[in-house]
């Protein structure tokens, strides 16, 4: 039961991970089952391919770099939601173990998915609040927050899923308070 409960924190971290960059989880988890740290799902074996690592690699350094260009950064963030999406339910899905596929396929749609887009739905407000407010100059420092938090967020995954399961819960608490600030009240 213990090992169910860490696979879930781990899967609820790393879509965390995806709704700031998403590759980074998804490299950050291959390396981990390539080296034997973390084991996947039998049907996400794969992932641990040399051939995943590398693929996963080189996608991630794309994925940051373009975050550095301006105005392919607020392009990027229209396909990322989607994109975060599907990503925050595979890597729920690759890492939850012993439990039924229902249970495991919930979870990963609501947990792992609704993370990674909140998050990411999130971060590309920011992305345009930022290119409005400074013509696009501030967001390479978006970018570096976002990439650096992906970058936390998958290490304590992997390494003190609990931990990063409790950062989950600050990061959505924050979200949650910031949205309460700026929506606009009823009259």
Same mark, same amino acid.
């Given at each position: 039961?213990?090992?169910?409960?860490? @696979?879930?924190?781990?899967?609820?971290?790393? /879509?965390?991970?995806?709704?700031?960059?998403?590759?980074?989880?998804?490299? &950050?988890?291959?390396?981990?089952?390539?080296?034997?740290?973390?084991?996947?799902?039998?049907?996400?074996?794969?992932?641990?391919?040399?051939?995943?690592?590398?693929?996963?690699?080189?996608?991630?350094?794309?994925?940051?770099?373009?975050?550095?260009?301006?105005?392919?950064?607020?392009?990027?963030?229209?396909? /990322?939601?989607?994109?975060?999406?599907?990503?925050?339910?595979?890597?729920?899905?690759?890492?939850?173990?012993?439990?039924?596929?229902?249970?495991?396929?919930?979870?990963?749609?609501? &947990?792992?998915?609704?993370?990674?887009? /909140?998050?990411? @739905? @999130?971060?590309? /407000?920011?992305?345009?609040?930022?290119?409005?407010?400074?013509?696009?100059?501030?967001?390479?420092?978006? @970018?570096?927050?976002?990439?650096?938090?992906?970058?936390?967020?998958?290490?304590?995954?992997?390494?003190?899923?609990?931990?990063?399961?409790?950062?989950?819960?600050?990061?959505?608490?924050?979200?949650?308070?910031?949205?309460?600030?700026?929506?606009?009240?009823?009259?």
């Amino acid at each position: 039961m213990t090992e169910t409960i860490i @696979s879930i924190f781990l899967g609820i971290g790393l /879509a965390a991970s995806v709704g700031f960059r998403v590759f980074v989880p998804l490299f &950050a988890l291959s390396l981990a089952s390539y080296f034997n740290f973390w084991e996947l799902n039998e049907s996400w074996q794969w992932i641990g391919s040399l051939t995943a690592v590398i693929t996963l690699g080189v996608a991630t350094l794309v994925e940051i770099s373009a975050y550095y260009i301006p105005y392919l950064d607020n392009l990027l963030d229209t396909i /990322a939601i989607p994109l975060a999406t599907v990503a925050g339910t595979a890597v729920m899905v690759s890492t939850v173990v012993d439990l039924s596929p229902i249970i495991t396929w919930s979870l990963a749609i609501i &947990a792992g998915g609704g993370t990674a887009a /909140a998050i990411k @739905s @999130s971060a590309g /407000a920011t992305r345009l609040a930022s290119t409005t407010t400074t013509a696009g100059f501030g967001n390479p420092v978006v @970018s570096t927050v976002e990439t650096g938090t992906s970058l936390v967020m998958s290490i304590f995954s992997i390494f003190l899923p609990v931990i990063a399961f409790v950062l989950v819960i600050l990061i959505l608490f924050i979200i949650f308070r910031l949205y309460k600030k700026i929506k606009p009240t009823k009259s």
